[in-house]
């Protein structure tokens, strides 16, 4: 049984002259303990995927068709009230930003007592007691003093911990960090991904990291989605996807990196830029930036086939392979 | 540009310090604590003792993480602050002094490009109007044909199509914003390009594209540019070479294939291992204790203490001179300095 | 952004048409009524020579004799007067039409001596900074500390003894003008300091200093444009304010004279009247009034939510 399974999920904004797709026929499992990455350029729709697996999607937006089912029990159509249970006790969410995430007038400890009283029953005591574990798990030097603290007099490292921890509170089976590490310098995005991977190991909690930097996929995940455009258009062990990407655009995704290119050369560059979700091309959503794109490309939606050891969306991914190495990196 | 017979640095920094004040007026400055009252004057030292050089022809990347003040050595140069003291050299002249109106020549000369292409365009003005108005503003005697022309021109050269012109900066998507920012900073003809972070607000595919329009800006117009950015794989590919920050203090600098191949300063060391790699062997990341401290009544001695597993009763006590090293570099360090350093 | 790929570019009325502002505005029937009934009144109001049947300023079209008509709707009216007539035999429809002419105009003038005050200040102010800062900014601290009413009344009462009221009643529109305008100059002030501060950090700003422009290009040519917005809501709320200020003062005898009235003085010469049973000379203009006033208003806050929803009513 996996921990998590979406089928064919599709998500649409209701615009003031349109209704635009922005996620359309998302299907994946995750299992338990598992990590996925889901990598994507903004506008790609990573963050709109964790939002409604957590069903937080609001207003405009809303889950037009399929299925989240969450240890088999499909959580597309609960209740407030039930889904504010399993969002509390079974999933939890990590954002960007540990600067507004948490409430800038409350302590530490307020902001983790009430997360606690609000799910369990729980005397101070106690409540008090899994705080200062879990922000000890979270390697925060001196908990009992910090849960006095307000966000301001903590640094952004600091901050993040104290998310993570938060998360952890009610011993979730699943976390969805969106962009976790971004805001933060690369020697504290260091520990904070040591961090997570250590807890991912030692409490079997699965982990959905979602984020634009390929190099924290490859060292965060054991499986990677790549999206573009609202779609997945690969999936497989992230291994496979970062040394030997089937999609031309996860191909020119890793190729524009600036060490895949010796120094002072020009970067290979992926021409034009991502569409706009409300003119989303017919076909392929790649095919006016690809180079292998042929006339039914442009026509035919492709459908997922599986090549290699990954799943890949495109049609020309048998020419693409046999395709010269030359070829290949233009 | 190795034909130049100028030799000299085209931008030198000579112990450029910037201070923020954080307590402005008397009234702030009174503070109580443990029962007395006394007066403190609280500053940021964005910027300590810093000096550098950059060569004509050259990237001269400066690396750093949050607060390390390299956005304000940026705005140092530009003029756009400034220094508490020091000074800021260009072609041999000293500019950090002079009025708005003396420094109107070097406008043209020296350009900026910013981070966030969202905010750096004036959201009223078309394209047109945007690029037109520096030409206008630097050649008063150009006719409107002429103005054009150029403008053209610049954005031709820089990927802007000129049909975009009368269009505004929130039609575009960010990648095409820092294309039309860069063209806007080139049609005054520059020499000199700082660029702050310019690509970090962009997604991965769009930073191949950005950054490859500054190398070929870099070739076609033998620009010099002083690049700001926390990102070492960019800094890799763009720079000659490369200064380290760290809390406003110069750490380390060398020419790239040095810094990288070979780097000395312990905290250099921790940055390059600390970056994500796509590679399955993955580096021993070396864990810094503790965090940036912050850079308000600096420490005394060197500014990387606390968080050095290196440091002994010296590196307390007094800070390390830059000192050059046998391949070229310099370090301040006194565990290099000392040979204290394994490998 | 969609449209980037498409070469031609909508003309300016599609743009428009097309804009956040026009969708939210054809979205919102408040704001079409509002607008509605607002541009009614303005229209009567600008050509009221062309819609009132007499001239309430020529002194022989009035006839003592037909002072009090009742509206027509009310037994005992002359059919003539639609609204009836007030105690000099004005025609009360002509007399407010050419009032809401006057109180529009007082009130459109008077806010826009105070954006023209308030604006360059403020710009300056925030701006410059430092001191300069703090010494307008204090300046507009203590103009706020006396109510707008206090200052005119005090202002007004001494220029009428000073004058005359003969001299007064000539030139009272631009006293009114110029007492509403300087009395309100520091709502403008502060707004715009507010959003030159949020405005100055932004990088197209330093982009221009870098570029070498001076403060005057920058302030007008850069910051100014990107500040417009809070600057139409203020005005809306600050017309409204305006036009009432105006009535009180009319209302109060110091404003506009009984031969040339406003709404405000309209309403106060009425008011001897009401317990005689002339309801409608005080009625008519003061239902006329906080119409104007509370469309006025629903405007505002229409166009505050639409260009700036965390803007919080100055």
Request: proline fraction near 6%; hydrophobic fraction near 40%.
């Amino acid at each position: 049984m996996s921990l998590l399974s979406v089928r064919d999920l599709s998500v649409k904004f209701a615009m003031r002259d349109q209704t635009v797709t922005a996620l359309r026929n998302i299907s994946f499992d995750l299992a338990r303990g598992e990590r996925l990455g889901i990598v994507g350029e903004s506008g790609a729709g990573k963050s709109i995927t964790g939002f409604a697996l957590m069903n937080l999607l609001s207003r405009p937006g809303y889950i037009a068709g399929g299925k989240i089912l969450f240890e088999d029990r499909d959580i597309t159509g609960l209740e407030d009230e039930a889904m504010r249970d399993i969002r509390g006790n079974h999933m939890a969410m990590i954002f960007q930003d540990p600067m507004v995430t948490l409430n800038p007038v409350l302590t530490i400890g307020q902001q983790m007592l009430e997360t606690l009283y609000a799910h369990r029953k729980l005397s101070k005591a106690e409540a008090t007691q899994i705080a200062i574990l879990k922000l000890r798990e979270v390697y925060i030097p001196s908990p009992e003093e910090r849960l006095d603290q307000y966000p301001h007099e903590l640094s952004g490292g600091m901050r993040q911990r104290i998310i993570i921890a938060m998360a952890l509170l009610l011993d979730p089976k699943l976390i969805i960090a969106d962009e976790p590490t971004t805001a933060l310098d690369v020697t504290i995005q260091a520990d904070i991904m040591e961090l997570l991977l250590e807890l991912c190991h030692s409490n079997k909690v699965g982990l959905i990291l979602i984020t634009h930097d390929l190099g924290v996929v490859s060292q965060m995940t054991e499986r990677t989605l790549v999206m573009y455009a609202g779609r997945i258009i690969e999936a497989g062990p992230t291994r496979e996807i970062i040394n030997d990407p089937q999609h031309p655009y996860t191909q020119g995704l890793i190729n524009a990196l600036p060490q895949q290119t010796p120094p002072g050369h020009r970067l290979k560059q992926i021409p034009g830029n991502m569409p706009p979700l409300t003119a989303i091309p017919p076909g392929c959503p790649f095919a006016p930036r690809c180079g292998f794109a042929v006339d039914h490309c442009r026509t035919t939606l492709p459908e997922v086939v599986s090549y290699g050891g990954v799943e890949v969306a495109c049609h020309e991914v048998n020419r693409l392979h046999n395709a010269p190495a030359k070829e290949k990196s233009a | 540009m190795k034909d130049m017979p100028d030799t000299a640095p085209l931008l030198e920094l000579r112990n450029l310090e910037k201070q923020f004040d954080l307590d402005r007026g008397f009234l702030e400055t009174i503070k109580f604590k443990g029962g007395k009252i006394y007066r403190e004057k609280r500053a940021v030292h964005a910027v300590n003792n810093v000096s550098l050089s950059a060569n004509r022809g050259e990237a001269l990347c400066v690396v750093g993480e949050s607060g390390c003040g390299k956005s304000t050595v940026a705005r140092l140069v530009a003029g756009l602050l400034t220094p508490t003291s020091g000074e800021v050299h260009y072609a041999g002249e000293r500019i950090d002094n002079r009025s708005r109106h003396d420094m109107m020549p070097l406008r043209k000369k020296m350009q900026m490009i910013f981070q966030n292409p969202y905010a750096s365009l004036n959201p009223r003005m078309t394209i047109q109007q945007a690029l037109e108005e520096p030409v206008r503003f630097h050649n008063p005697s150009m006719n409107g044909s002429e103005v054009t022309d150029r403008v053209v021109e610049v954005m031709k050269s820089v990927g802007v199509d000129p049909s975009w012109s009368r269009r505004y900066p929130h039609e575009f998507s960010g990648g095409q914003r820092q294309r039309i920012a860069i063209a806007r900073a080139l049609t005054v003809d520059p020499e000199f390009v700082i660029a702050d972070e310019p690509i970090s607000a962009l997604d991965v595919s769009i930073q191949a594209q950005v950054l490859n329009l500054m190398l070929e800006a870099k070739e076609e117009r033998g620009l010099t540019y002083l690049f700001i950015t926390h990102d070492l794989s960019v800094v890799q590919h763009f720079g000659t070479r490369v200064v380290v920050l760290y809390l406003g203090t110069v750490c380390e600098v060398a020419e790239t294939d040095t810094l990288f191949s070979n780097p000395k300063h312990p905290y250099t060391k921790a940055l390059l291992s600390a970056v994500p790699q796509l590679s399955d062997a993955k580096p021993d990341h070396i864990r810094l204790k503790g965090e940036i401290p912050t850079p308000i009544n600096m420490p005394k001695g060197c500014p990387f203490h606390s968080r050095c597993s290196y440091s002994d009763a010296r590196c307390l006590e007094e800070q390390p001179q830059p000192l050059h090293q046998p391949d070229g570099s310099v370090v301040a360090c006194h565990a290099v300095e000392e040979n204290r350093l394994d490998g | 952004m969609s449209s980037i790929t498409t070469n031609q570019d909508p003309s300016r009325w599609e743009k428009i048409w097309q804009s956040n502002m026009a969708y939210s505005f054809r979205r919102n029937p408040v704001a079409m009524v509002s607008f509605a009934i607002f541009a009614i009144i303005v229209l009567a109001a600008v050509f009221a020579p062309v819609f009132a049947p007499f001239d309430p300023y020529d002194p022989n079209q009035i006839d003592i004799m037909n002072s009090e008509y009742p509206p027509v709707w009310v037994e005992g009216a002359d059919p003539q007067f639609m609204f009836g007539t007030d105690d000099q035999g004005r025609d009360l429809w002509s007399t407010i039409l050419y009032g809401t002419r006057l109180s529009l105009l007082i009130g459109l003038c008077a806010v826009a001596l105070q954006a023209f005050l308030g604006i360059t200040i403020g710009l300056t102010a925030g701006y410059v900074g430092g001191r300069v800062d703090n010494l307008l900014m204090r300046m507009a601290d203590i103009q706020l500390s006396f109510s707008t009413l206090m200052v005119a009344i005090i202002f007004l009462a001494i220029t009428q003894a000073v004058f005359g009221s003969q001299t007064f009643n000539r030139f009272a529109i631009y006293f009114l003008i110029a007492v509403i305008g300087i009395a309100e100059w520091p709502q403008y002030a502060r707004t715009v300091r507010a959003t030159v501060l949020a405005e100055k950090k932004k990088e197209y700003v330093d982009s221009a200093r870098v570029l070498g422009f001076g403060p005057l290009r920058i302030m007008f040519r850069h910051i100014l444009p990107n500040s417009l917005s809070p600057i139409f809501v203020i005005s809306t709320v600050q017309v409204a304010n305006a036009i009432i200020s105006e009535a009180s003062l009319s209302f109060l005898g110091l404003g506009m004279p009984p031969s040339q009235p406003s709404l405000g003085s309209l309403i106060s010469s009425g008011f001897d009247y009401i317990f005689s049973g002339s309801w409608w000379i005080t009625v008519i203009p003061g239902v006329i009034l906080v119409v104007l006033v509370l469309v006025i208003n629903l405007l505002g806050d229409w166009m505050r939510d639409v260009l700036n929803p965390k803007l919080y009513k100055g």
